[in-house]
């Protein structure tokens, strides 16, 4: 048995029972990125001793009785993520030499936590991107076909958990970027309220909207690694000071009476293809059968929020690329790949003198009105409930000819990060062999609500279970 | 001389905080004394990918007691915000400063000043006091032949205050006194060593040219002026003694300029220390656009009145109130008193001997009261002054001793103290033999002797020269 295919709860379970040691698993994981990764393109970097040391040093600890909640798990990391004396590149070759001197935040509290770090996952360079095309290295193959793309920005992050390169994986959520790849690898993903999770040591993209997730076979799993990122971090001004519940522990509550919003913007949106539509159906019947209760809500300002995302986002992207001048690390900038260039001129220009009025400050303006509605809707409902994705995965190169549609693959996850509220991609089903996910959004702050709702569905839907048919990669690439 | 010229001057002044820490991160922040480039950095002031700024609370705090010490105005709601531009010795490509809502603003500093022999005084307007971070330093060096550009990041991310100055000021002499002022305050609230040549305070004065108005004048009602066509900044004083002959051999370029027909051009311009004029650096007809806008990584502050009371509390007696206090209270003249406030510490010393002075003061007996009434507070001051007092060799109470010694030897008239002498060497004539043999033991034991017969009215020191001086005569006439 490819102990990899193994939740982060049995993997516990087992090594607990010495089934296996932390060095077998990350073998195991090892081994899998060896044979799929030549295909599958998720990882840029792997720390083969690193690794290997961490692992034995999980055995002799839990040896000796230490209890940590990660210990001997192994973790992918986004390359966005700064991780001390191991490179990171944020899928750039701007800084495809750069070797950090510190840790994230977030890497130093799943390292305390006993996490194994294997190493750093491809992703659309600096997070820009929803296809993991964007990547300045290749593109990142979506292990249920291989002929389409997994999903960005954290493209790498979901295909080294879906194929058993490690049992969990981090990433970073400003538009979809963690749930989107969820969604295309038949993963659980999970976008924070902005603030819970610290972004210190991440390398950022929208200041103001960047939110710190992460990617696991089931809510149990996302649930327990959220009760180890989350938390006030003295070096970000911007995390908030409020208690982190143990989000494990609201799983399997009943959710009868919860009330589940469909706003009615998204549902009668045109691109939406019907096996999304039918997935989404059946996942809402479960949810009814479970004693969920369905109301329509409007997101009334659901329409403008591409044109507001992609104002205020490009102008912080601009502002944060603005320190790679080559001076201190990195090459020059005539490195940046063109989808960076793209948002750095277009950032450059809606915060130019005589343009700033009539652009970023309108944007801003706007932001609080998409704010509102959720704030509005919430008053209304527990939750509110879309498709992850309007299509499902698609081909590779069948969006990299136009921007534009490239960014409306965005179009139902960008305005939770306007508003800074959190969302959760549960698997929902599959068409032709190709997952399909189901999207949920909730109060700031009130994400156990999320995990709950969530959680309910998939014990009634288990879609985590079907693994993908990675033999087929092996064999025909053999 | 053409008189139909005003000069228009305002200051721009950066002073850098003396806090213990940098202004968004924990370094150590002594730029000046740091012994070797680059050994105060971390992942903050060195702008490296991840990293975010976390506000000194301390430097705030000392911005907005500069402020109330300027009579700023304090805003209950401010922001940091970015401003982009490329420079080598700016690390994240942007520098987080104030923009539009800076911490203080609408302050002023009235500023006593002499022309033509005649006293008046300027009330100078302060626009706005913000808080903003320092950038690192370049070092131009020639390495293996080989001219190069080197940077020191020590005084990264020191926190700078900036002082931003109405055009109010006429004159170099007047800049000058309100720099003197201003240098005062500061040191007052010791926020701030203020140190122009170890560039903790930097100076830019601004300096137009405007045809004095007349009654068909299209300036801005309330000017004594029309609206300047061009403004100069001067950059690159390093020392007080330079700031006003920089500033008059600007006004004396202009006004030639301007007599020979010609604008003078809007411009920085450097000033060169060793030939003692400015010289044009770049062109500011195109203003850079540094595209503002909020700093995204910091909230916005917002402050409680109280909190801003508790500040103002924390600001001690300032100079000018001192001086006034010092003048009515202690009977000194301007000029006296004006010294004497001239630093806290000799302000506070001067106080500290007139209360040494009181204490001495006897309880019973009048036969010293004319003596000790000679130690009021204005001959203190004199003292104090004339003699250019080190008070930090000697203690108040000491001071006042020695100088009531002094002046019990004064309160003797002459024929008195020669007839003492004379009394103690007839007396003492073997002593006197003693003493013309060396002994110098001999010449102690008649000091003993004269200081029995006048009753301690003579100070020891004054008899031992006295009985020395009146030996060595007698020994010539003999």
């Known amino acids: 048995m490819d102990i990899c295919s193994l939740t982060i709860r049995q993997a516990k379970e087992a090594l607990d029972r010495k089934e296996f040691s932390a060095i077998e698993l990350v073998e195991a994981c090892l081994e899998n990125s060896t044979k799929y990764d030549g295909i599958l393109k998720a990882l840029l970097t792997v720390d083969v001793d690193g690794a290997r040391q961490e692992a034995s040093a999980a055995d002799r600890l839990r040896a000796q009785g230490v209890s940590k909640p990660l210990l001997g798990i192994p973790f992918v990391l986004k390359d966005l993520y700064t991780t001390k004396g191991l490179r990171t590149t944020a899928g750039s070759k701007i800084i495809d030499n750069y070797t950090p001197p510190f840790d994230a935040t977030v890497v130093v509290r799943l390292k305390n936590a006993g996490a194994v770090i294997l190493g750093k ?171 969920a209760m369905f109301v329509e809500v409007s997101l009334p300002h659901t329409d403008v929020a591409m044109a507001c995302y992609y104002i205020l986002v490009p102008a912080e992207i601009s502002s944060n690329l603005a320190r790679f001048d080559g001076v201190r690390y990195g090459h020059g900038r005539e490195v940046f790949g063109e989808e960076a260039k793209r948002r750095i001129m277009i950032g450059a220009h809606v915060l130019s003198s005589g343009y700033y009025d009539a652009y970023y400050k309108r944007a801003a303006k706007v932001r609080t009105l998409i704010k509102n509605d959720f704030e509005e809707a919430f008053q209304r409902v527990d939750v509110i409930l879309t498709p992850s994705s309007p299509t499902p995965p698609f081909k590779i190169g069948e969006k990299t000819q136009d921007p534009l549609a490239m960014y409306l693959s965005d179009i139902f996850m960008c305005p939770v990060n306007i508003a800074g509220a959190p969302a959760l991609s549960v698997p929902c089903g599959f068409v032709n062999g190709l997952p399909l996910g189901l999207q949920l959004m909730g109060p700031q702050f009130r994400e156990e609500l999320l995990y709950q709702v969530a959680y309910a569905y998939e014990r009634e ?14 064999k025909t690439h053999e | 001389m053409n008189n139909n010229y005003t000069t228009i001057i305002g200051l721009e002044i950066h002073v850098e905080l003396k806090t213990l820490s940098k202004m968004f991160c924990a370094c150590k922040n002594d730029p000046f004394f740091a012994g070797k480039p680059n050994i105060y950095t971390c992942p903050v002031c060195l702008g490296l990918p991840g990293a975010l700024p976390v506000p000194n609370r301390k430097a705030i705090d000392w911005t907005i007691k500069l402020g109330l010490a300027l009579g700023c105005e304090i805003p209950l709601v401010s922001k940091f915000d ?38 008046y005084n300027r009330m100078v307007r302060i626009r706005r006091v913000h808080l903003e971070e320092d950038t690192g330093k370049l070092l131009h060096a020639v390495i293996e032949g080989k001219k190069r550009t080197l940077v020191d990041f020590n005084r990264s991310g020191v926190p700078l205050v900036e002082i931003v100055t109405e055009p109010d000021i006429r004159s170099g002499s007047e800049a000058t006194a309100f720099l003197k002022k201003i240098h005062r305050i500061i040191r007052y609230l010791c926020i701030s060593d203020a140190d122009m040549e170890k560039g903790s305070m930097r100076i830019e004065p601004s300096i137009s040219m405007c045809r004095k108005s007349d009654a068909t004048s299209k300036s801005r009602p309330g000017l004594d002026y029309m609206i300047p066509a061009y403004r100069v900044e001067i950059k690159n004083i ?6 006003r002959k920089a500033i008059d051999y600007e006004i004396k370029r202009q006004r030639e ?23 044009s650096q770049r062109s500011k007809e195109e203003a850079a656009d540094y595209r503002y806008f909020p700093e995204p990584d910091i ?6 009145q109280s909190t801003i009371k508790t500040i103002q509390s924390t600001i001690p007696e300032l100079p000018d109130a001192k001086k006034k206090r010092f003048m009515e209270t202690y009977d000194l003249s301007d000029y006296d008193a004006e010294i004497l406030v001239e630093t806290s510490q000799l302000a506070d010393y001067f106080e500290e001997c007139t209360r040494a002075a009181q204490k001495l003061m006897p309880d019973t007996g009048n036969q010293d009261i004319k003596q000790y009434q000679e130690i009021n507070p204005k001959s203190l001051a004199n003292w104090i002054i004339n003699r250019k007092i080190n008070f930090e060799e000697i203690l108040p109470a000491r001071l006042v001793t020695q100088i009531v010694q002094t002046k019990k030897t004064s309160s003797i008239d002459k024929g008195e103290l020669e007839k003492i002498v004379a009394q103690v060497l007839v007396a003492n004539s073997k002593a006197v033999e003693d003493y013309k043999k060396g002994k110098e033991q001999a010449l102690m034991f008649l000091v003993g002797q004269g200081m029995r017969t006048s009753k301690g009215k003579i100070s020891p020191e004054s008899l031992k020269k006295l009985i020395a001086d009146s030996i060595i005569r007698r020994k010539e006439q003999e």
């Open chain 2, 238 to 243: 390093n020392s007080f003694r330079f700031v």
């Open chain 2, 299 to 304: 909230p916005p502050l917002r402050w409680q």
């Open chain 2, 257 to 279: 300029l301007l007599y020979r027909g010609e604008t003078p051009e809007q411009e920085t311009r450097g000033w060169n220390e060793g030939k003692g004029i400015t010289v």
């Open chain 1, 461 to 474: 839907a288990p879609w985590y279970k079907t693994r993908p048919d990675l033999k087929k990669i092996e």
């Open chain 1, 121 to 291: 996952a491809n992703q659309d360079a600096w997070g820009h991107g929803s296809s993991g095309e964007n990547s300045d290295y290749f593109p990142t193959k979506n292990p249920y076909d291989t002929s389409r793309v997994p999903g960005g920005s954290s493209s790498g992050s979901a295909v080294a958990v879906a194929s058993g390169m490690c049992l969990a994986a981090t990433g970073t959520d400003t538009g979809s970027s963690v749930r989107l790849p969820a969604s295309f690898c038949n993963l659980v993903g999970i976008k924070p309220t902005y603030g819970r999770v610290s972004r210190y040591g991440i390398i950022a993209m929208a200041s103001s909207f960047d939110t710190i997730g992460h990617m696991t076979k089931t809510i149990w799993d996302n649930a327990l690694v959220y009760e180890i990122t989350a938390g006030k971090d003295p070096l970000d001004a911007s995390s908030v000071d409020r208690s982190v519940p143990r989000y494990t522990q609201a799983l399997g509550k009943a959710i009868s009476g919860v009330k589940i919003g469909l706003p009615k913007e998204y549902f009668s949106s045109k691109g939406i293809d019907s096996s999304v539509f039918t997935a989404t159906k059946d996942a809402i019947k479960e949810l009814e059968a479970l004693g």
């Open chain 2, 82 to 119: 970015r401003k982009h531009y490329f420079y080598p010795d700016l690390p994240k490509g942007y520098q987080v400063s104030q923009y539009d809502m800076p911490f203080c603003k609408n302050g002023f500093l009235e500023v006593e000043n002499t022309m033509n022999q005649t006293s």
